[in-house]
């Protein structure tokens, strides 16, 4: 029997491209003191659960910062007093070395906001101080995406950065995997390069998907793929109109690998 196997590869290439910087905040255990300090509701293991269930905010609100261009990274910790409902009181920044005042003041404020569960431990009523050392870190690499704004006079919407981009095209890339897959049934060889280009409009619709690359030699693979990409909707911008529209180049490595199975 014929086994075939896909690469569909969405991969960097050195040294070209777009330059990403994806946000990571480090996992660290919280350390807990007062009031109630014995709830089996605030044990250090439990807030720190709940706390890394919400560091995803955090590492949404750092991404936004690195694609506008920020490179502030290293240690931030934070002492949150965490009422008996659950909510967060206060916010006191113990350590601060990102060195950008405004990315720690965006942070600290988000933090403010949290919903950490109210304490259910009737006989340790109370709130809780928690301090918990957040690590901001990122790490780089070189995308072959490409994203300019319709009008060229206008900046890039937060969310129509590289980086965004890439991560929603990624959903979709199962679709093409499909495409590819019943083509592969007849030419087992094939693969190449299929570079699409089209328009991410701000309410999510992607329009106008064209081929402006094609190294597989077929023109039927490249017409399918550029049809299923533009059946796509992504995600919409709130509070944005159509100057936030913006054009996709986006290169696409299809390579198969013929073998044999018992």
């Known amino acids: 029997m014929r086994r075939i ?35 089996s509701s605030r044990s250090e293991n439990r807030l720190s659960v709940k706390i890394r269930n919400l560091t995803p905010r955090l590492v949404n609100l750092y991404q936004r910062y690195l694609d506008s261009g920020g490179m502030a990274k290293g240690e931030f910790k ?12 206060a916010v006191t920044v113990l350590r601060d070395r990102l060195n950008d005042a405004d990315l720690a003041e965006q942070a600290a404020e988000m933090v403010a906001t949290w919903f950490l569960g109210e304490n259910q431990d009737e006989e340790h009523p109370g709130s809780v101080v928690c301090v918990y050392p957040f690590i901001f870190n990122f790490r780089t690499y070189y995308s072959p995406i490409v994203v300019v704004p319709l009008d060229s006079a206008r900046e890039l919407h937060p969310l129509r950065r590289a980086y965004w981009v890439e991560k929603e095209f990624s959903t979709g890339i199962s679709d093409l995997v499909n495409i590819y897959n ?32 094609n190294t597989t030699g ?42 044999s199975m018992e």
Not at 183 to 194: F, K, N, Q, V
């Open 78 to 89: 934070l002492s949150l007093t965490i009422g008996e409902d659950g909510y967060v009181e």
């Open 182 to 213: 019943i083509y592969l049934m007849s030419s087992p060889d094939l693969e190449g390069t299929i570079t699409v280009e089209f328009t991410l409009q701000h309410d999510g619709t992607v329009d106008n998907t064209q081929i402006v690359g």
């Open 5 to 39: 196997l896909l690469i569909l590869l969405l991969t960097a290439v050195a040294l070209t491209g777009t330059e990403i910087r994806v946000a990571q905040i480090d996992d660290r255990d919280c350390s807990v003191s007062g009031e109630a300090a014995e709830s």
């Open 218 to 259: 077929s023109t039927s693979l490249a017409s399918d793929i550029a049809d299923r990409i533009n059946e796509w909707r992504l995600s919409a911008l709130k509070d944005a109109d159509f100057t936030a529209d913006v054009t996709v180049t986006y290169p696409l490595e299809f390579g198969s690998v013929g073998g």
